[in-house]
């Protein structure tokens, strides 16, 4: 536990934790706009 407790009370913890969370935010919206991408250009295709 003290981990966490370093995690979210230091400066470099709280600097780690918001790094990580821009991380798997960029991830995550990456991943949504790859395969939004890939679906249109796959129905694009398909009509041709």
Known sequence: MSVFKDLFTSDVGLMSAA???????????????FLRHIAEDSAAQARR
Request: hydrophobic share 65%; proline share 0%.
């Open 19 to 33: 790094v990580l969370a821009v991380v798997l935010g960029m991830g995550a919206f990456y991943i949504r706009y």
